[in-house]
């Protein structure tokens, strides 16, 4: 059974950082559009970045532009959402989600297949 997972969470100070690791179970994240989503408490689930599969082309929500990056490790299937500068605002829980396309033009809908269980990312004042 394809099993998409997040790794990385846990309690930082603000102004520090973190970074998310997404793997995938029988499913070659190469192939697929990757993207990163948040759940803030109270708030609906938001879109924060995504890189394609096609020519590994990133795109990010205005507010973590130039803070948080999105990249692939070919070797290992792996890919990351480098957070840094972080604040806590940012305190959410993060989800990666895979789909077979090429481009990121689905990630502002949610319109992913593969879910991961998410991981808590907390930025402390």
């Known amino acids: 059974q394809v099993k998409v997972e997040e790794s990385g969470g846990g309690l930082v100070q603000s102004g520090g950082s973190l970074r998310l690791s997404c793997t995938a179970f029988l499913l070659n994240l190469e192939n697929y559009a990757v993207g990163w989503f948040r759940q803030a408490p109270g708030k609906e689930r938001e879109a924060v970045a995504c890189?394609?599969?096609?020519?590994?082309?990133?795109d990010y929500v205005d507010s973590v532009r130039g803070r948080f990056s999105v990249s692939r490790d070919g070797a290992e299937s792996t890919v990351y959402l480098q957070m840094n500068s972080l604040k806590p605002e940012n305190t959410a829980v993060y989800y990666c989600a895979a789909e077979a396309v090429e481009g990121c033009e689905g990630t502002w809908s949610e319109e992913y297949d593969e879910w991961g269980q998410g991981t808590q990312a907390t930025v402390a004042s």
């Open positions: 890189i394609s599969s096609r020519d590994g082309r990133t």
